[in-house]
């Protein structure tokens, strides 16, 4: 069975930090891309961050510089590390499993296709 599993999520104050974790199961990291998007308040859905089968890196413009993503893939998983956040950071984020990319641009945070999605963590930036 395929699962994903995202922790870490919180409140902070603008400047701090969180690690987000993604547990996931039943699938190769091999073959398909992985990444982080996040659903605003908004209900915009963007594309933090992603990571491929080769490990090349994507960061939106919004959070380079600032956040890193990471796998173990000894041990299944992906991290997302959130350094300086800011208000505009506060949003649902989600682990999410390419079929077999991810794309950039999306209407909706929600599945298509074979992408596999966790249940999403909250993050929330205020002071």
């Known amino acids: 069975e395929v699962q994903l599993e995202e922790s870490g999520g919180g409140s902070v104050q603008p400047g701090g930090s969180l690690r987000l974790s993604c547990s996931a199961s039943?699938?190769?990291?091999?073959?398909?891309?992985m990444g982080w998007y996040r659903q605003t308040p908004g209900n915009e859905c963007e594309l933090v961050s992603s990571?491929?089968?080769?490990?090349?890196?994507y960061y939106g413009d919004s959070v380079k510089g600032r956040f890193t993503i990471s796998q173990d893939r000894t041990e299944n998983m992906m991290y997302l590390q959130m350094d300086n956040l800011e208000p505009e950071d506060s949003a649902v984020y989600y682990c999410?499993?390419?079929?077999?990319?991810?794309?950039?641009?999306?209407?909706?945070?929600?599945?298509?296709?074979?992408?596999?999605w966790g249940q999403g963590t909250t993050v929330t930036v205020s002071s």
């Open positions: 990571i491929s089968t080769i490990r090349r890196t």
């Open positions: 999410v499993v390419g079929d077999p990319t991810l794309p950039v641009v999306r209407e909706s945070c929600t599945p298509k296709y074979l992408e596999l």
């Open positions: 039943g699938f190769r990291f091999d073959d398909n891309d």
